[in-house]
């Protein structure tokens, strides 16, 4: 499938290729596209908006140029891909969006049901490693819905409800609980679980390297000019972002209904580089899946500056 649209030329009237860019439209993205969305960086592409399942599917498919997607999606399939330089969503400890919620200890759930976020392969691939590597136990791991409009039908009778890992915006709102005033009213918070285990503190506290939960990637097959050139305008866009994280807190806040206050401080815990210390992560996660058999063997290939 042909990802590019077809747009037209402003001054001959000929249609030429317009890149599809992928955007998660949780609010840990905002950082990224907040200076695009507001004018400030122009992106000569049509964002398409997505969980990151579904970016993962349509850059599989074909149809998207260059995306952000799950760090497990390039290990699986990275001879298609060439990873964006500096650019990631990842943590250096606590990344308070990834977070499995359990009555009981996390030790204490072998053959139990965890219901996993059928939305990130990374985190689900993540939550297995440490299942098997930390807390030694085998669950059973049940794929179920975990966004904010799910949060509603989440099973409410503690002791009784299966472990979740939800991911995201409704992580954030799911922790806010009550203390979240307008969330507590509007989306009818369950009862606190017992045990919260955040996932990026968790692979910090075991391998004492950082987490990336996701990358930015471009099609092989897209042309490198025009994947340098979004490249370089999501990089401004970020540049913009992280220096005006106080205004996107306040736009999250706006949006979900989570404190700005816990808003800002999960946007300034978040890392959108792509340091040494953070490949070292990402290289060691793929290690383990590797040995896992959860993916093939590979390599990082970065789109060249050229």
């Given amino acids: 499938m042909r990802a590019a649209a077809l747009a037209r030329d402003g001054e001959g009237g000929a249609e030429v290729a317009r890149l599809r860019v992928g955007r998660i439209p949780y609010i840990n993205c905002y950082p990224v596209y907040g200076a695009v969305d507001r004018g400030v960086v122009p992106l000569a592409a049509t964002l398409v908006d997505g969980i990151p399942t579904a970016l993962n599917r349509l850059m599989a498919e074909g149809a998207l140029d260059v995306s952000v997607v799950s760090a497990v999606e390039y290990a699986r399939d990275a001879h298609r891909y060439l990873l964006l330089p500096d650019l990631a969503i990842s943590c250096d400890g606590p990344v308070r969006s990834v977070l499995l919620f359990s009555d009981l200890p ?110 930015w990637v471009a099609q092989r097959s897209t042309p490198v000019a025009a994947s340098l050139a979004v490249h370089a305008s999501l990089i401004e866009s970020r540049d913009w972002g992280l220096a005006h994280l106080g205004a996107l807190a306040a736009q999250a806040h706006a949006a979900t ?28 996660f793929f290690r383990r899946l590797v040995l896992a058999g959860r993916v093939p063997d590979g390599r990082l290939a970065f789109l060249p500056a050229a």
Avoid: N, Q
């Avoid at 030694?136 to 794929?143: E, H, L, Q």
């Avoid at 009862?191 to 503190?201: I, K, M, R, S, T």
């Avoid at 989570?258 to 490949?279: F, Q």
């Fill in 106 to 215: 996390a030790t204490a759930l072998g053959g139990r049901r965890v219901i996993v976020s059928a939305s990130s392969m990374t985190s689900v691939a993540l939550l297995e490693l440490l299942f098997e590597g930390v807390w030694r136990a085998r669950p059973r791991f049940v794929p179920g819905d975990a966004e904010v409009g799910d949060l509603a039908r989440f099973e409410r009778e503690p002791g009784r409800r299966p472990a979740r890992l939800v991911i995201g915006d409704a992580a954030l709102l799911l922790t806010a609980g009550p203390r979240g005033g307008a969330y507590g009213g509007a989306h009818a918070v369950p009862a606190p679980y017992a045990h919260v285990y955040d996932l990026g503190a968790e692979w910090k506290r075991w391998t004492g390297l950082p987490f990336v939960f996701a990358v």
């Fill in 257 to 284: 209904g989570v404190p700005r206050a816990t808003c800002a401080e999960y946007l300034s815990g978040l890392d959108y580089g792509l340091s040494y210390p953070h490949l070292a992560g990402l290289t060691e």
